[in-house]
């Protein structure tokens, strides 16, 4: 695993947004593709702006990426709260993607856990059933959370399943996400996490015992190919 230790946000959006196009290049040179699963927040956001501009987004073969997302809460598409989307008007409506290669994790007429199954469909469809994502994008809860990956849940300890939905309680709304297997099996993930407010847990994950219910972040394998981007205030 590689720790970067930023001292300006600017620049870990910048060296974000550079992995993302380097990586879709190596991806689209040897597969002839480039899919990715995204996370909502502000930190993807910042990124998503920087790869629309002209300087990013002529780098990148868009018709050959396929988008997907690591986690959804369960509202329409165009609410606010939609993951999709803040990732639609920061991005993919400002650049020319396929809109065949974009999977929403959220439709309508049906519950969270029938789509929770179509979804995974939809991933086998174009990964097989090896599940190879080339690079998944994370962030971390103050509470250690990742994805909808929350102390506590069930869902944490799901072994076979790749997608998985369920209601959360202390939101009052059903989450939709992948789940610690298929996100291990990616063949790159990086972790954005930065801020005073993230620093015990930030600590616990990497330095502390082993205790994914209480730090779910900690089920995410620490291997080559798994990089984690934060900042001296979270890092301490």
């Known amino acids: 695993m590689n720790i970067t230790v930023f001292d300006d946000l600017e620049k870990l959006y910048k060296e974000a947004a550079d992995a993302f196009v380097d990586l879709s290049k190596k991806s689209i040179q040897k597969n002839d593709r480039f899919v990715v699963a995204l996370s909502g927040g502000s930190s993807p956001k910042a990124i998503f702006k920087l790869l629309a501009t002209q ?117 009052e709304m059903f989450r939709i996400t992948l789940t610690a297997p298929v996100i291990n099996n990616a063949e790159n993930i990086l972790v954005i996490a930065f801020g005073e407010s993230k620093k015990h847990a930030l600590n616990e994950v990497l330095n502390g015992e082993y205790n994914p219910s209480l730090y779910p972040l900690q089920l995410i394998e620490k291997k080559d190919g798994y990089h984690f981007f934060t900042d001296e205030k979270a890092k301490g």
């Open 55 to 171: 300087k990013y987004a002529e780098q990148i073969e868009w018709n050959k990426v396929y988008f997907f997302w690591v986690d959804e809460r369960w509202v329409p598409l165009h609410d606010d709260k939609s993951n999709f989307r803040m990732t639609d008007e920061a991005l993919l409506s400002q650049v020319p993607v396929d809109k065949n290669h974009i999977f929403p994790m959220y439709a309508e007429g049906k519950t969270p856990e029938d789509y929770a199954k179509t979804y995974e469909e939809q991933i086998r469809s174009v990964l097989g059933n090896e599940g190879v994502f080339d690079f998944i994008l994370l962030g971390m809860g103050d509470d250690g959370h990742t994805a909808s990956l929350f102390p506590g849940e069930e869902v944490l300890n799901e072994k076979e399943k790749w997608v998985s939905a369920y209601y959360l309680k202390p939101q």
